[in-house]
């Protein structure tokens, strides 16, 4: 299982990025995704989530409203919308994969590198 | 639904028996995962379903509770172990971790 993220960038208060996470090894179309940050020197967040087939998808009180995770099941990608960004929201994004065929309640199992964004003015 | 782990910081020897503990605020069955993050790495799923022990992790882990309360216990510390430990809970989304525990060698 390969999870690449991509996108990641320094930009000013208030705009926008999009991240893009790059997958292989399992069939992609199967399973959760999910977006977890980790600020510099703190905790895990978790960020957004969507179910297999998209048909559900859940966000953080932090990021509602102005970040939006999507999935491409025909490329194996994953992405999210981040809009009005915030200094708050610096951190590195990882991609996750949950290991519950058809599951959007299972644990995560594999996890990307992460691909740092910094919202600085 | 918020997590609580405790204590934040640990430091303990190698060979030491060492627990985590991890309370919700609210009742989320076994529906409660457990990963280790070492320095700079990605984190690794340790136990799922509150007390299932992920394949390929040491049989020195395990975990055990449900409801509102569980722990990770470590029953002989190697070097290895030495690192952040995070519950997460996966019963309600929004999804939430707790604040992690820093398990330092002594």
């Known amino acids: 299982v390969q999870l690449v993220e991509s996108g990641g960038g320094v930009v000013q208060p208030g705009t926008s990025l999009r991240l893009s996470c790059a997958a292989s090894?399992?069939?992609?179309?199967?399973?959760?995704l999910h977006w977890v940050r980790q600020a510099p020197g703190k905790g895990l967040e978790w960020v957004a989530g969507?179910?297999?087939?998209?048909?559900?998808?859940y966000y953080s009180d932090s990021v509602k409203g102005r970040f939006t995770i999507s999935r491409d099941n025909s490329k194996n990608t994953l992405h999210l919308q981040m809009s009005n960004l915030r200094e708050g929201d610096t951190a590195l994004y990882y991609c996750?994969?949950?290991?519950?065929?058809?599951?959007?309640?299972?644990?995560?199992?594999?996890w990307g590198q992460g691909t740092l964004v910094t919202v600085s003015s | 639904i918020q997590l609580t782990q405790s204590p934040s910081s640990l430091s303990a020897s190698v060979g030491d028996r060492v627990t985590i503990t991890c309370r919700a605020s609210?009742?989320?069955?076994?529906?409660l995962a457990w990963y280790q993050q070492r320095p700079g790495k990605a984190p690794n799923l340790l136990i799922y379903g509150a007390s299932t022990l992920q394949s390929g992790v040491p049989s020195r882990f395990s975990g055990s509770g449900s409801g509102t309360d569980f722990t990770l216990t470590i029953s002989s510390l190697q070097p290895e172990d030495f690192a952040t430990y995070y519950c997460q809970q996966i019963n309600h989304y929004p999804r939430t971790f707790g604040q992690g525990t820093n398990l330092e060698i002594k």
């Open positions: 090894g399992f069939t992609f179309s199967n399973y959760a």
């Open positions: 969507i179910s297999y087939s998209g048909g559900n998808i």
């Open positions: 609210q009742d989320i069955t076994t529906f």
């Open positions: 996750v994969r949950d290991q519950g065929l058809y599951d959007f309640w299972s644990a995560s199992v594999d």
